[in-house]
């Protein structure tokens, strides 16, 4: 066979609608293949995409969850500093009326009750006092330390008491027990 002839034959194969259905169906298999690796890459992308957007809603959930609590704590503050300043306000408009009021009952309240405070005053000072020198003179084994733990002890209660006798007598008494807050 002859080189041109061979060309020919190979040029009207070329030309041949088979070759060209064939080589339509090639280009369009890779065509697919093609689009279908890009497809892929293309939802990798957006997993990734929504992983990133929850981690960063967590972390916006997580911040929200601290702010609230930390306006819980201001308004709770602020609550109780407001309650503080009502009671203390109550205290004070007590001072204020503690010499109002008619009548002999009154009168003779206002006349008793710094001398039974003075005598409240000097008898639990009397009886502190009484009870350190008991123990000094009974020779209490106590170490120095001890000794200043003790005394302690005993002058806040007296101080203790010396407050609740001022606040009965001077103050409006209040309906609620009040909560110790740690």
Avoid at 132 to 155: C, D, G, H, M, R
């Amino acid at each position: 066979m002859e080189p041109l002839t061979l060309l020919a034959g190979l040029g009207k194969l070329l030309g041949s609608n088979v070759v060209g259905s064939a080589l339509g169906w090639v280009g369009g298999w890779l065509q697919r293949k093609q689009d279908i690796e890009v497809k892929v890459l293309e939802l990798a992308d957006a997993e990734k995409q929504r992983a990133h957007e929850l981690a960063q809603r967590r972390i916006d959930i997580e911040i929200m969850d601290r702010e609230i609590a930390g306006r819980e704590r201001i308004a709770s503050i602020e609550t109780e500093g407001k309650i503080d300043v009502a009671q203390f306000g109550a205290i004070a408009e007590g001072y204020k009326t503690q010499f109002e009021g008619e009548g002999r009952v009154a009168a003779f309240s206002r006349f008793i009750r710094p001398f039974v405070t003075l005598w409240f005053v000097v008898a639990s000072s009397a009886l502190t006092i009484a009870v350190i020198v008991l123990a000094y003179k009974a020779n209490v084994p106590f170490t120095v330390e001890e000794w200043k733990e003790w005394i302690s002890y005993v002058l806040a209660w007296t101080m203790f008491q010396a407050g609740v006798c001022i606040g009965w007598w001077f103050a409006v008494r209040n309906s609620q027990v009040p909560q110790l807050k740690r």
